[in-house]
């Protein structure tokens, strides 16, 4: 039996509009649209701290910029996304590729941060004119996407920066086009494709082609 997406995000999808005949693009936001190790750097400073960024990870690799030694952080993450979302900036070619892109598909932006910042999420992105439907939850995105996709006759693409992500779509939904794509170029040279991926791409302009490629494709068939 198919997983069902958690309730707090299937009341959300229930108010999305999809057409089943029109190309969907499902994104993540940080470090896909969003430059979000910039801005967490941006905030760690402000605290006396630094992110090691020699693992793909954040747990373990905070550090005190006083004595370079490890540090925890509790609620760290909560207290960036209330006090940073706003002011996160957009990846590079984002926005443009995106706008372009909604121009021959539908764009849904599934994006895991607290309930409570979901408002600022959606500000955000559109004062960078990125002004798309936002869901947002937490945990695997495999559920969400295969109920986004199990009414769908043209293609769906999913791009995530976490390679479980990938690996949840590809197992709940393996028709869908999984596209790895980590915005920042030090992450993405921390890590390889996600074994669940369909295609490796850190690069807006090269995941537009990609994309629109495929949709080409399936129109002309």
């Known amino acids: 039996m ?9 009341v959300q999808l229930r108010e999305l509009e999809i057409d089943p005949d029109r190309p969907l693009i499902i994104s993540d936001a940080d470090e896909v649209l969003l430059k979000f190790m910039a801005r967490l750097e941006h905030y760690l400073q402000t605290k006396g701290l630094w992110i090691d960024l020699t693992r793909f990870a954040i747990s373990g690799n905070i550090k005190s910029i006083e004595t370079n030694e490890p540090v925890e952080v509790p609620n760290m993450i909560d207290d960036f ?41 959606i500000d955000n992105l559109a004062s960078h004119g990125i002004d798309f439907p936002v869901v947002i939850g937490s945990g695997l995105k495999g ?35 999984r596209i790895h794509f980590i915005a920042d170029p030090r992450l993405a040279k921390l890590i390889g494709p996600a074994k669940g991926a ?16 495929k949709i080409n494709a399936h129109v002309g068939r």
């Open 81 to 121: 996304f209330a006090t940073q979302t706003l002011h996160i900036e957009a990846a590079p070619g984002a926005a443009q590729a995106i706008n372009q892109l909604s121009e021959q598909a539908q764009i849904i932006i599934l994006t895991n941060l607290p309930a409570s910042e979901k408002q600022l999420r």
């Open 198 to 213: 369909s295609q490796r791409i850190d690069v807006w302009e090269e995941a537009y082609e990609w994309i629109s490629d």
């Open 143 to 177: 559920p969400a996407v295969a109920w986004l996709a199990q009414n769908m006759q043209a293609p769906v693409f999913f791009l995530d920066d976490i390679p479980h992500n990938i690996d949840s779509v590809a197992e709940h939904a393996p028709d869908v086009h």
């Open 2 to 10: 198919r997983e069902a997406p958690h309730d707090d995000i299937l």
